[in-house]
């Protein structure tokens, strides 16, 4: 029998069989609570730098299921030439990216409070992409591993004469170079279907609140 909140009526007389089918139906009902006890990464992608960043989640049993597709930095850009053999300073390192291992397994039983960064590390440009993912029985923790770019290529030399200024990077060139690799994260869809479960809604709000923070 369904638990129904009307039941024993008042000043009903006392009837075991009724009060042990609402007892049952109100357990029934708290079993039936999804509780989050997993965070679990399927796949983590490294995609070029003009691809946008992606990132998926999923709720399968008592787990949390993340997949990511996260952009490599652009190369930095290359010095300009100077006069009589200057060299041109490198160019400025790529926006970093963002990618993960499995998380660790939290303690049963216990819905999650929130997702949390933990840190965002700057890796070499040859290495892949990285996110762990943990839970610690109340709170889903991320740490990132971004690739930076491959540093951009020496100024040729300079046409023989008078020493001239070394070519250097104008503050405009920085500012188009900077611009165009942090909206790499702009193109990110947030998750826009609500969960009817709210723990899982919770997290889709916290992906969602991430995602914004790092759209420039």
Excluded: C
């Amino acid at each position: 029998m369904p638990f129904d909140p009307t039941k024993p009526a008042n000043n009903a007389p006392n009837s075991s069989a009724e009060m042990r089918a609402q007892l049952n139906g109100l357990k029934d009902l708290i079993d039936a609570i999804l509780t989050i006890t997993d965070a679990q990464v399927d796949g983590v992608n490294t995609v070029g730098p003009g691809n946008p960043a992606s990132a998926s989640v999923s709720v399968i049993g008592n787990t949390l299921h993340f997949s990511f597709d996260l952009p490599q930095g652009n190369d930095g850009m290359a010095g300009s030439n100077g006069s009589d053999g200057a060299q041109g300073p490198p160019g400025n390192d790529g926006a970093q990216g963002p990618p993960g291992n499995d998380g660790g397994e939290g303690p049963p039983g216990q819905p999650f409070a929130q997702a949390v960064v933990d840190s965002v590390n700057t890796l070499d440009p040859w290495e892949s992409a990285t996110v762990d993912v943990s839970f610690d029985g109340s709170n889903v923790h991320f740490t990132f591993g971004i690739p930076r770019g491959n540093d951009g290529n020496n100024g040729a030399d300079g046409a023989n004469g008078s020493d001239g200024a070394p070519g250097e990077v104008s503050q405009q060139q920085l500012d188009n170079a900077i611009s165009s690799t942090s909206s790499n994260t702009n193109s990110v869809s947030t998750l826009n279907n609500n969960y009817a479960d709210t723990d899982a809604e919770e997290l889709r709000q916290k992906v969602n609140e991430l995602i914004n923070a790092l759209r420039r």
